[in-house]
Nanobody
Framework: QVQLVESGGGLVQAGGSLRLSCAAS????????MGWFRQAPGKERAFVAA????????NYVDSVKGRFTVFRDNVRNMVYLQMNSPKPEDTAVYFC??????????????????????WGTGTLVTVSS
């Protein structure tokens, strides 16, 4: 059974930092591109960041570029989202997700459409001003 379990959410002040973690089990982690999504109150779930199978290629939504960093550890089957200088508008439930990948580049189609193979249950991040 595939499980993606997020942790690390909580209350953070604007301008601070927070690291989200996602522990993956039940899948061949190295065969999956991974992503982070978020759902703000009253809004639809949206793409935040993607990382390819090896961790050598990443993509971000424009609003977090230069502030957030996604990285992975294929030995520990973990993916992380380092959130630096968060803003109140980053307040959301953050989800980790996995999609099978047959190449080293990040195919953005599933990330932009939300058609990922597996999802975590989310962790709440609240950024205070």
């Amino acid at each position: 059974q595939v499980q993606l379990v997020e942790s690390g959410g909580g209350l953070v002040q604007a301008g601070g930092s927070l690291r989200l973690s996602c522990a993956a089990s039940g899948l061949a982690f190295g065969n999956f591109a991974m992503g982070w999504f978020r759902q703000a109150p009253g809004k639809e779930r949206a793409f935040v960041a993607a990382i390819n199978r090896s961790g050598g290629s990443t993509n971000y939504v424009d609003s977090v570029k230069g502030r957030f960093t996604v990285f992975r550890d294929n030995v520990r089957n973990m993916v992380y989202l380092q959130m630096n200088s968060p803003k109140p508008e980053d307040t959301a439930v953050y989800f980790c997700a996995a999609v099978r990948s047959s190449s080293g580049i990040v195919n953005m189609t599933p990330f932009l459409s939300g058609a990922m193979n597996y999802w975590g249950t989310g962790t709440l991040v609240t950024v205070s001003s």
